[in-house]
Structures are given as structure tokens and as C-alpha cells.
């Protein structure tokens, strides 16, 4: 019980400090964003690989912490993020994968919309949309997946369901989630 507490400080401590961080310089995941929006390319890093959309950008954040963006907002974050924007954090967290995937593990995330045991790519993992859990994005949607004995990796994406297309984009996404 005590690991599992100090998880969940650890999470809510990650999140908190990542609506707090000013967003640093972005680097593009593709030469050109005159294609179609539904395209996509692999973006690869030492332990996942997801198909991420032509004209998204990846910003590195450390070797086990990456942040994808369909579009970066400009300037700090103040309150409220634009409704077309889509934010998605991939990292690595120090839970096995049972533990992580415990509804207290997730109880700070909003209202539990969706809840789903699934398999992505060949790996157990579990899909959890919430709504109104984190300050700047109103929707989230978290997928949890088995990387080693003692460690997951967890991909979060943060964006107004309400938006066009949101939803469908977020899904595509983390079902494209393979772990090396």
C-alpha cells in the first residue's frame, strides 16, 4: 500500500510539474506539413515507436519523457487550452504494470467515461478516457502498457473531446503505441 501511495504522489507530482513547465523549443517530426492531416510517419526513440501524424512536432524532455504536439500553443499556458490543441506525454514510469493500471493509480483524472482492458501491438494494456481532471485540457485519455517486469509505459493525451475530430486522432495514436 505504501508503494502504491508514493506512485500515486509520484503521478500527481509528474503532472503537476508538467501544467507548471514552460514549453521549450520545439523541434518538427517532419520535413513538411503540406500533406494530407491523415498521414503519418513513425517516430521512434529508445523505447517506443507510434505512427504521429504529418505536422505534429515531438519535444524530447529527457531521456524517458517525450511530449507530442498536433500544435504547441504559443506563448506560456494561462488557463484554458485552445480547443484544437492536443498535447500527448509518453514516459516511462517506475510501476509495474498491475499496479499502475489500479483505479486509485488513475483517481486524480477526472470522471471515468471509459475503462478498457485491451492488447495494442501484442502488449496487455489498459485505455482509460476521463473528463475533467486536468486544468488545461478537459478530456484525457491514458493508455498503460506492460514494458519490463517492474516498469510501464503510459502515453496521456490531453485535448477537448468536444473538437472536430479529437477523439478519433487521440485513439489513432495510442493504438499505434509500440514498446520496444
Same mark, same amino acid.
Not at 60 to 74: A, K
Given at each position: 500500500?505504501?508503494?502504491?501511495?508514493?506512485?500515486?504522489? *509520484? #503521478?500527481?507530482?509528474? !503532472? /503537476?510539474?508538467?501544467?507548471?513547465?514552460?514549453? =521549450?523549443?520545439? +523541434? *518538427? #517530426?517532419?520535413?513538411? !506539413? /503540406?500533406?494530407?492531416?491523415?498521414?503519418?510517419? =513513425?517516430?521512434? +526513440?529508445?523505447?517506443?515507436?507510434?505512427?504521429?501524424?504529418?505536422?505534429?512536432?515531438?519535444?524530447?524532455?529527457?531521456?524517458?519523457?517525450?511530449?507530442?504536439?498536433?500544435?504547441?500553443?504559443?506563448?506560456?499556458?494561462?488557463?484554458?487550452?485552445?480547443?484544437?490543441?492536443?498535447?500527448?506525454?509518453?514516459?516511462?514510469?517506475?510501476?509495474?504494470?498491475?499496479?499502475?493500471?489500479?483505479?486509485?493509480?488513475?483517481?486524480?483524472?477526472?470522471?471515468?467515461?471509459?475503462?478498457?482492458?485491451?492488447?495494442?501491438?501484442?502488449?496487455?494494456?489498459?485505455?482509460?478516457?476521463?473528463?475533467?481532471?486536468?486544468?488545461?485540457?478537459?478530456?484525457?485519455?491514458?493508455?498503460?502498457?506492460?514494458?519490463?517486469?517492474?516498469?510501464?509505459?503510459?502515453?496521456?493525451?490531453?485535448?477537448?473531446?468536444?473538437?472536430?475530430?479529437?477523439?478519433?486522432?487521440?485513439?489513432?495514436?495510442?493504438?499505434?503505441?509500440?514498446?520496444?
Amino acid at each position: 500500500m505504501k508503494r502504491l501511495s508514493l506512485g500515486c504522489i *509520484s #503521478a500527481i507530482a509528474l !503532472v /503537476s510539474a508538467i501544467a507548471c513547465t514552460p514549453v =521549450p523549443s520545439v +523541434t *518538427s #517530426a517532419t520535413p513538411s !506539413v /503540406s500533406q494530407e492531416p491523415q498521414s503519418t510517419q =513513425p517516430y521512434t +526513440t529508445d523505447f517506443f515507436t507510434v505512427d504521429l501524424p504529418v505536422g505534429w512536432t515531438a519535444q524530447v524532455s529527457g531521456s524517458e519523457y517525450y511530449i507530442l504536439w498536433n500544435e504547441p500553443p504559443p506563448g506560456p499556458r494561462e488557463g484554458i487550452a485552445p480547443a484544437n490543441v492536443i498535447k500527448t506525454d509518453v514516459t516511462l514510469i517506475d510501476q509495474n504494470f498491475e499496479t499502475a493500471i489500479a483505479p486509485e493509480f488513475l483517481s486524480d483524472t477526472g470522471e471515468v467515461l471509459q475503462r478498457n482492458p485491451t492488447q495494442i501491438n501484442g502488449r496487455d494494456a489498459v485505455q482509460v478516457y476521463t473528463h475533467g481532471g486536468y486544468g488545461d485540457f478537459p478530456d484525457t485519455w491514458v493508455t498503460i502498457m506492460r514494458y519490463s517486469e517492474e516498469r510501464s509505459v503510459m502515453m496521456s493525451s490531453y485535448f477537448t473531446a468536444s473538437h472536430e475530430s479529437s477523439l478519433t486522432m487521440v485513439k489513432q495514436l495510442h493504438e499505434s503505441l509500440t514498446v520496444k
